[in-house]
C-alpha cells in the first residue's frame, strides 16, 4: 500500500464529496457554523481550498442517501494504527478512492463510494467491519439511518482539505493506494 499526499481539483471534490448542492455550512470567527440555504458550487470550494472560507458539507440527501463515509478520529496518539487501519479499509473496499486527512486534532479517514448508497445499509456495514479492527474512539458518519422531522439535514462534516486560520494549519490529504 501507499500514501500519496495529493490535492483534488474543485470539480473532483464536487463530484466525490458534494451531496446536497442545496444547503451548508459556514464555519463563522468564533468556531460554530452557520447554515446556508444556498447553492453550494466549485466557488465555495475555491473559497474553501484557498483559506478564505472553511465550509461543512450535509452527508446525506433528501432521499438519506451518502456518497460518502467518514471516521473521524480526534487523537494523533494512534498514528501508526490508523494507517493500517486505511490500509485494511482499501483492501476491502478497492473499488472506493479512500483518503487519509491529517487534522490539527487527529485524522479522518474518507471512503468514497463508487455509487450512492442508503446511509443505513452504508453505516452497519461499516460498524461490522471496524468490530474488533480498532482499538482507538472515533466517529463514524453519518451518524443517522436517515433523515427525520428533527433532523432534516442530518449531521455536518468539515469539508476536506480544510484549513484552520486561527492556528494556521492546512489540512494534508493522502490517497490510499494499492
Same mark, same amino acid.
Given at each position: 500500500? +501507499?500514501?500519496? %499526499?495529493?490535492q483534488?481539483?474543485?470539480?473532483?471534490?464536487m463530484? $466525490?464529496?458534494?451531496?446536497? &448542492?442545496?444547503? @451548508?455550512?459556514?464555519?463563522?470567527?468564533?468556531?460554530?457554523?452557520?447554515?446556508?440555504?444556498?447553492?453550494?458550487? %466549485? =466557488?465555495?470550494? #475555491?473559497?474553501? #481550498?484557498?483559506? /478564505?472560507?472553511?465550509?461543512?458539507?450535509?452527508?446525506?440527501?433528501?432521499?438519506?442517501?451518502?456518497?460518502?463515509?467518514?471516521?473521524?478520529?480526534?487523537?494523533? +496518539? @494512534?498514528?501508526?494504527?490508523?494507517?493500517?487501519?486505511? +490500509?485494511?479499509?482499501?483492501?476491502?473496499?478497492?473499488?472506493? *478512492?479512500?483518503? $487519509?486527512? %491529517?487534522? *490539527?486534532?487527529?485524522y479522518? =479517514?474518507?471512503? &468514497?463510494?463508487? %455509487?450512492? !448508497?442508503?446511509? $443505513?445499509?452504508? *453505516?452497519?456495514?461499516?460498524?461490522?467491519?471496524? #468490530?474488533? /479492527?480498532?482499538?482507538?474512539?472515533?466517529?463514524?458518519?453519518?451518524? !443517522?439511518?436517515? #433523515?427525520?422531522?428533527?433532523?432534516?439535514?442530518?449531521?455536518?462534516?468539515? $469539508?476536506?482539505?480544510?484549513?484552520?486560520?486561527?492556528?494556521?494549519?492546512?489540512?494534508?490529504?493522502? +490517497?490510499?493506494?494499492?
Open positions: 500500500m +501507499e500514501f500519496k %499526499e495529493i483534488l481539483t474543485s470539480s473532483e471534490i463530484k $466525490l464529496f458534494i451531496n446536497r &448542492c442545496d444547503i @451548508y455550512a459556514r464555519k463563522n470567527t468564533w468556531g460554530g457554523y452557520i447554515t446556508i440555504n444556498k447553492m453550494f458550487d %466549485e =466557488i465555495n470550494i #475555491l473559497k474553501h #481550498l484557498s483559506g /478564505k472560507s472553511n465550509y461543512g458539507i450535509y452527508q446525506l440527501d433528501i432521499n438519506s442517501m451518502i456518497k460518502w463515509i467518514v471516521i473521524d478520529i480526534d487523537s494523533k +496518539e @494512534y498514528k501508526d494504527d490508523i494507517y493500517k487501519l486505511s +490500509e485494511e479499509i482499501k483492501k476491502n473496499y478497492i473499488n472506493e *478512492r479512500i483518503f $487519509l486527512e %491529517e487534522t *490539527r486534532r487527529g479522518h =479517514i474518507w471512503i &468514497c463510494l463508487q %455509487e450512492k !448508497q442508503r446511509a $443505513l445499509i452504508a *453505516r452497519t456495514n461499516m460498524y461490522n467491519f471496524l #468490530l474488533g /479492527k480498532v482499538n482507538f474512539p472515533y466517529e463514524l458518519f453519518p451518524k !443517522q439511518n436517515s #433523515l427525520s422531522n428533527n433532523k432534516t439535514y442530518g449531521n455536518l462534516v468539515n $469539508l476536506i482539505f480544510a484549513y484552520n486560520k486561527e492556528y494556521k494549519w492546512k489540512n494534508k490529504v493522502f +490517497e490510499v493506494l494499492v
